[in-house]
């Protein structure tokens, strides 16, 4: 996941779910509080897995998806996550 895909997280979860918004004014303008709180309160993302475990679950989900292009019926789908 790179820093952009955390970012959009994190304001989607905070901000924008949180509101019902009537229009793309309104909604950019709870962005830019949002940015602005956020840089005068910031600090680093903290990493809570180690590297190994990343590329772990990048192989996992590369086979399983490798697995699942070959695959022709829903049918397959099922008994390969079985």
Request: glycine share 2%; aromatic share 6%; net charge negative.
């Amino acid at each position: 996941m790179n820093q952009i895909e955390i970012w959009n997280g994190i304001i989607t979860r905070k901000a924008i779910r949180c509101s019902t918004y009537t229009s793309v004014k309104v909604l950019n303008k709870d962005i830019e509080a949002f940015v602005e709180h956020w840089n005068s309160h910031c600090g680093p993302i903290m990493w809570t897995a180690t590297a190994e475990e990343v590329i772990a679950k990048v192989r996992t989900s590369t086979m399983r998806m490798e697995a699942l292009i070959h695959v022709t019926e829903i049918d397959d789908v099922v008994h390969q996550e079985a």
